[in-house]
């Protein structure tokens, strides 16, 4: 299994521009959820999906959208990206039974210019 | 949604045992307890996880006072390799948004 995957591992944008982060899981895991990662903090939730077709919003939702068509893909999409979302993005997924025990991505490193 | 208190760092020495202690007053009744560590330039690893009373596993363990309004993550014997940053979580059936709190840097000197 390849677990989770993020692509890409690294991005630079100009302000205004908006892009896609892709996450993959290959572990039929039902949970999904997208973090940030400002440099020397912790993780803020800003997605999560708790099955195909659902999502809901996490602690910092703005300027972001997400969408779960599938059981195994869940990206990330920066509408109109700003300096204040340069970050280290992390995708995570857990099982439905077991869904505090998250496996994480290698993350995306974004830098918004 | 609960919130959890950690101390921001600690340090300790190679072959020591290493307690960190997080405070979860609110917690809920159905809410899990967990524990994270992060290395830098990767993402959280899932350590261990427990409802009350005491678990371990390989890595560490985790003990629950009878009010759960805390925990203490024990990890015996560190090694430098075991720098990281840990994070406390609560959560369960009555949420499924897992927040993370600010952590635990945790040095580990020769």
């Known amino acids: 299994n390849a677990g989770v995957t993020q692509t890409p591992k690294f991005q630079v944008l100009k302000t205004g521009q908006s892009m896609t982060l892709q996450c993959a899981q290959d572990m039929n895991h039902e949970y999904m959820s997208w973090y940030r990662q400002d440099p020397g903090m912790g993780l803020r939730l800003i997605h999560y999906?708790?099955?195909?077709?659902?999502?809901d919003q996490g602690e910092v939702p703005n300027g972001y959208n997400v969408s779960r068509s599938t059981t195994e893909d869940f990206p990330l999409r920066l509408l109109s990206a700003a300096p204040s979302q340069t970050s280290v993005y992390f995708c995570?997924?857990?099982?439905?039974?077991?869904?505090?025990?998250?496996?994480f991505g290698p993350g995306t490193r974004l830098t918004v210019l | 949604l609960a919130k959890t208190t950690q101390p921001i760092s600690m340090d300790s020495y190679e072959g020591q045992e290493v307690n960190i202690t997080c405070s979860h007053n609110n917690i809920a009744t159905n809410d899990y307890i967990t524990w994270y560590q992060q290395f830098p330039s990767q993402g959280p690893r899932f350590i261990i996880q427990g409802y009350k009373t005491k678990v371990t596993n390989e890595v560490a363990s985790l003990f629950i006072p009878a009010d759960r309004k805390s925990s203490t993550l024990s990890l015996p014997r560190v090694s430098l390799s075991d720098t990281a940053v840990y994070y406390c979580?609560?959560?369960?059936?009555?949420?499924?948004?897992?927040?993370f709190g600010s952590g635990t840097r945790l040095l580990v000197r020769p």
């Open positions: 995570a997924s857990s099982s439905g039974l077991e869904y505090n025990e998250q496996f």
């Open positions: 999906s708790v099955g195909a077709g659902i999502t």
């Open positions: 979580l609560v959560g369960g059936d009555s949420s499924y948004k897992l927040i």
